[in-house]
């Protein structure tokens, strides 16, 4: 990940926008060096310093926004805060959502390492709507109108519906074409390779309003390729 370029989806003097590839923290955690975090990788790519204003899981996907200046930083982290801030994602859920639409409404209690549904935690909000229905999987969309570590993943959770791969709330099994497929058969002396093993949640769009400034802005990133690919079995083989 260190050789590799961040792809980069909009910059100006105040922000820079990148499309985050899965498997890279953000900062550092108990596991990751700080070299080898997104933050110090795209400093380098850009030979300057920048701002944290949010995050995304590990091994998400999508749109990120990353401030140049303190009062950039200062900016967008008003517009979190005041609810400013519109993120639509894309997820892939375990099991047949019942509602074609709705909302999750259930507090989020968070102590260090540990993310909960409690009475106690802050009010967190998720809207979601069905995008494509498969045997054993649901395609939504998912609109948090708050945001709270893991909410999209625990709201789906609490629902009956974890991501369709979360070994924090869900399965840590990959999803198999042979798991689809009837009669599906590998090669001799070949082990299957999975179409997707990582968390289902892509960051499909980000709305703000640019620091500076009045107009409003949405960036887009499109699914990845194991996402793109997932999906196309399933509407060959998992409907």
């Not at 709507?129 to 045997?135: A, D, G, P, Q, T």
């Not at 058969?185 to 769009?205: C, D």
Request: avoid cysteine; aromatic fraction near 6%.
């Amino acid at each position: 990940m260190t050789t590799k370029q961040i792809e980069i989806i909009y910059q100006d003097e105040n922000i820079v926008v990148v499309n985050k590839p899965s498997g890279v923290t953000i900062i550092p955690d108990q596991h990751t060096y700080e070299n080898k975090t997104l933050v110090e990788i795209l400093k380098k790519q850009l030979n300057q310093k920048i701002w944290v204003v949010h995050r995304i899981d590990r091994d998400a996907t999508g749109v990120l926004i990353f401030a140049k200046t303190l009062q950039a930083h200062r900016d967008i982290s008003m517009q979190f805060e005041n609810s400013k801030v519109h993120k639509k994602y894309i997820v892939l859920v375990s099991g047949a959502v019942e509602d074609d639409e709705g909302s999750i409404s259930k507090p989020i209690l968070i102590s260090s390492r540990d993310v909960s549904i409690d009475i106690t935690g802050k009010e967190s909000i998720t809207n979601f709507k069905v995008l494509e229905r498969f045997k054993s999987y649901t395609l939504v969309q998912a609109l948090p109108l708050t945001s709270r570590r893991h909410q999209i993943r625990i709201h789906f959770w609490s629902l009956g519906h974890p991501l369709a791969i979360d070994s924090e709330y869900g399965i840590s099994e990959p999803v198999l074409l042979s798991s689809l497929k009837r009669n599906y058969k590998t090669k001799v002396g070949e082990n299957e390779k999975p179409l997707i093993s990582r968390l289902t949640l892509h960051a499909a769009t980000l709305t703000l309003t640019l620091p500076g400034t009045n107009e409003e802005k949405t960036f887009e990133s499109s699914l990845p390729k194991d996402f793109e690919v997932t999906l196309k079995q399933l509407r060959k083989y998992g409907k």
